[in-house]
């Protein structure tokens, strides 16, 4: 009797529901079937009615099954549908075919899941967990992620153009550098937070941070079998999944070996299909040469703004092949040409500090001035020795640092 408790809790819960909108792909909210106008409670009157059927045939469905009451059916007239079957087009059912007594609890679940999901936002992805809001990703990289114009493009029309690809030749893999404090961590934040629903929080996320989860490398063996039962677990529990691995310039060859077959052309690597899934690498590799680039400009008289992504992706990959040959395994996905885009993380100024401070203090609703920003931006140490340009932690501190302004 569990079963039918569970399926008459979930028309309980659809019937108490009472939706007020859904977010695209784009994340743009659709309005949703509010209780106003003839068209709108018309329609809500269907879907009650499709409640109603669904509810009455259920529960005839289930005294049959248990116990042998109502099974008998009326003999259909001539030229009707055959013997067993009713089709549900009553009520906005859409022509379902069920089979009595032969209805399965599985075509149940599917009836009921599509007549919530014509209310719910899950319908524009078809996973509830799942909102792809890239509006909300593009508003939070051009008004939260200061000083990195090239991060901010890079990543918003890779995750853009790889959700929009119905069938993707391959997962996704967008490889971070820079130094730290510069956002590399915060943009992958950015980025859960806006494709699901539940940010970093949701099952279809896993974080990976390399000294943590893998420090012993006597261990290796233990550490990729529990590797790649987890990267699949995650990956049937949400088509869409996001996999982060932080520090991943100290992973172990050996795990970058158990990352592979997810990055590459497979349809599938035992049964399992990757090819939705978004890997993303953070690395402090590639950081020294992209501050000399910075730098360069800056002596030159040139606008930060002005360095492209054509120009200084040369010197970043260069680098990056370069430390492949000195131990740095994970440059090697680079090498086989499994990673899509290289995203780098320009070193930030005193400016961008001011920003990162007025940001915190926002987040904990505190008041400021700037001459607050200015002194929380003058406790950071910069570099080079010279010209102190560059925040030697970025922003890394800066949110500890406001405590010196609480009363």
């Given at each position: 009797m569990?079963?039918?408790?569970?399926y008459?809790?979930?028309?309980c819960?659809?019937?108490?529901?009472?939706?007020?909108?859904?977010?695209g792909?784009?994340?743009q909210?659709?309005?949703?079937p509010a209780?106003?106008?003839?068209e709108h409670?018309e329609?809500w009157?269907?879907?009650?009615?499709?409640?109603?059927?669904?509810?009455?045939?259920y529960?005839r469905?289930?005294?049959c099954?248990?116990?042998?009451?109502?099974?008998?059916?009326?003999?259909?007239a001539?030229?009707?549908?055959?013997?067993?079957?009713?089709?549900?087009?009553?009520?906005?059912?859409?022509?379902?075919?069920?089979?009595?007594?032969?209805?399965?609890?599985p075509?149940?679940s599917?009836?009921i899941?599509?007549?919530?999901?014509?209310?719910?936002r899950c319908?524009?992805?078809?996973?509830?967990?799942?909102?792809?809001?890239?509006?909300?990703?593009?508003?939070d990289l051009?008004?939260?992620l200061?000083?990195?114009?090239?991060?901010r493009?890079?990543v918003?029309?890779?995750v853009?153009?790889?959700?929009?690809?119905?069938?993707p030749?391959?997962?996704?893999a967008?490889s971070?550098?820079g130094w730290?404090?510069?956002g590399k961590?915060?943009v992958a934040?950015l980025?859960a937070?806006?494709?699901?629903?539940d940010?970093?929080?949701t099952e279809?996320v896993?974080?990976?941070i390399?000294?943590?989860?893998?420090?012993h490398?006597?261990y290796?063996?233990t550490?990729?079998?529990?590797?790649?039962k987890?990267?699949?677990e995650?990956?049937q529990?949400?088509k869409q999944?996001?996999?982060?691995?932080d520090?991943?310039?100290?992973l172990?060859?050996?795990?970058v070996?158990?990352?592979?077959p997810?990055?590459d052309?497979?349809?599938?690597?035992?049964?399992?299909?990757?090819?939705?899934?978004?890997f993303l690498?953070l690395?402090n590799t590639?950081?020294?040469?992209i501050?000399e680039v910075?730098?360069?400009?800056w002596?030159?008289?040139r606008?930060r703004?002005?360095i492209t992504m054509e120009?200084?992706?040369h010197?970043l990959?260069?680098e990056l092949?370069?430390?492949?040959?000195?131990?740095?395994a994970?440059n090697?996905l680079l090498e086989?040409?499994l990673?899509d885009?290289?995203v780098p993380f320009?070193?930030?100024e005193?400016?961008?500090v001011?920003?990162?401070?007025?940001?915190?203090?926002?987040?904990?609703?505190?008041?400021?001035?700037?001459?607050?920003?200015?002194?929380?931006?003058?406790m950071?140490?910069?570099?080079?020795?010279?010209e102190?340009l560059?925040a030697?932690?970025?922003?890394?501190?800066v949110?500890?640092?406001?405590?010196?302004?609480?009363?």
């Open positions: 569990s079963v039918g408790l569970s008459a809790a979930l028309l819960l659809g019937l108490c529901l009472t939706p007020t909108g859904r977010e792909r784009a994340g909210v659709q309005e949703g209780l106003l106008g003839d409670l329609k009157q269907q879907h009650l009615g499709t409640v109603g059927a669904l509810s009455e045939r529960w469905f289930l005294a099954r248990l116990a042998q009451k109502g099974c008998e059916e009326e003999a259909p001539e030229g009707a549908e055959r013997p067993g079957a009713q089709t549900d087009q009553e009520g906005g059912g859409g022509g379902v075919v069920l089979e009595q007594p032969g209805w399965s609890l075509v149940m599917e009836v899941s599509r007549w919530y999901c014509s209310f719910g319908c524009a992805t078809g996973d509830c967990r799942v909102t792809n809001n890239i509006t909300g990703l593009e508003l051009n008004g939260r200061h000083g990195q114009h090239l991060a493009d890079v918003l029309k890779a853009q153009g790889f959700l929009m690809t119905p069938q030749e391959k997962a996704l967008l971070f550098h730290s404090g510069t961590n915060f934040r980025i937070e806006n494709l699901y629903r940010g970093l929080k279809c896993k974080v990976f390399s000294l943590f989860h893998f420090p490398p006597k290796v063996d550490y990729k079998v529990e590797l790649t987890q990267i699949s995650v990956v529990l949400c999944s996001l996999f982060i691995f520090e991943v310039e100290k172990h060859a050996g795990l070996d158990v990352i592979k997810y990055l052309h497979y349809d599938t690597v035992d049964m399992v299909d990757y090819r939705q899934s978004i690498f690395s590639g950081g020294n040469i501050n910075a730098l360069d400009f002596r030159a008289g606008a703004e002005e120009y200084l992706e010197y990959k260069t092949l370069e430390s492949a040959e000195e131990g740095y994970h090697h086989e040409n990673i885009f290289l320009l070193p930030l005193y400016r961008h001011k920003l990162c401070a007025r940001d915190a203090f926002l987040a904990r609703g505190l008041p400021f001035t700037e001459a607050a920003l200015d002194e929380v931006a003058r950071m140490v910069f570099v080079p020795k010279e102190k560059f030697a932690q970025g922003c890394k501190s949110s500890q640092r406001i405590n010196y302004f609480l009363p």
